[in-house]
């Protein structure tokens, strides 16, 4: 198993561009999400989903859309980048109803300029 | 990832001795508590969990305390190595929900050779 993979591991935008981080799982497992680290704070909750073609807003959405047409895979889309979406996103993904928490992925370093 | 803990506090611990992490969990209603370990440039991985339910529990070399009428957990480290040396979250959700995490702020442990 690889776990959960995420690509690209670095990425510089411009103010005003688009793109998608994509994230994928091999376990087989319902739930997913995505997070965002800034210096200094813990993990914010971006958008998850617990099971294909059902996602929810978390904590920090605004600017991010999401979907997931399969259980494996759950790409996180920045609609128009901007500076403040400078910052380490993590996808996690974890079995239903599992008592181990999220297993997470490396990171994807973005930065916005 | 590199950048996390520029503002976090910092646990100085020498080689060989016990180092304790503390944690202010922030809903009464969480029922369900997980400690992360963080190393430089990777994602978050799971050290331990404890349920409401419970106000100890332990693991090789780590324990978990919860103390629910302060809302307060810490993660008990003995016999630090040096390869302890990370960024430590605690985390809370629901086991109804178990798909929200949230974080803390996290603390930065350095161990002394």
């Known amino acids: 198993n690889a776990g959960v993979t995420q690509t690209p591991k670095f990425q510089v935008l411009k103010t005003g561009q688009s793109m998608t981080l994509q994230c994928a799982q091999d376990?087989?497992?319902?739930?997913m999400s995505w997070y965002r680290q800034d210096p200094g704070m813990g993990l914010r909750l971006i958008h998850y989903?617990?099971?294909?073609?059902?996602?929810d807003q978390g904590e920090v959405p605004n600017g991010y859309n999401v979907s997931r047409s399969t259980t494996e895979d759950f790409p996180l889309r920045l609609l128009s980048a901007a500076p403040s979406q400078t910052s380490v996103y993590f996808c996690?993904?974890?079995?239903?109803?599992?008592?181990?928490?999220?297993?997470f992925g490396s990171g994807t370093r973005l930065t916005v300029v | 990832g590199e950048n996390v803990g520029l503002h976090l506090p910092t646990l100085s611990v020498q080689e060989g001795d016990n180092s304790i992490i503390n944690c202010a969990y922030s809903?009464?209603?969480?029922?369900?508590f997980i400690w992360y370990k963080q190393e430089s440039g990777k994602g978050p991985q799971f050290i331990i969990d404890?349920?409401?339910?419970?106000d100890k529990r332990q693991g090789q070399r780590v324990t978990v305390l919860l103390n629910k009428t302060v809302k307060h957990l810490s993660l008990q480290i003995a016999a630090t190595q040096p390869g302890d040396s990370a960024v430590y979250f605690c985390?809370?959700?629901?086991?109804?929900?178990?798909?929200?995490?949230?974080f803390g702020s996290g603390t930065r442990l350095l161990v002394r050779p």
């Open positions: 996690a993904s974890s079995k239903q109803g599992a008592n181990k928490g999220y297993t």
């Open positions: 989903s617990v099971g294909a073609g059902i996602t």
């Open positions: 376990m087989n497992h319902e739930y």
């Open positions: 404890i349920r409401s339910n419970m």
């Open positions: 985390a809370e959700t629901w086991m109804d929900s178990s798909y929200k995490l949230i």
């Open positions: 809903n009464s209603a969480s029922d369900y």
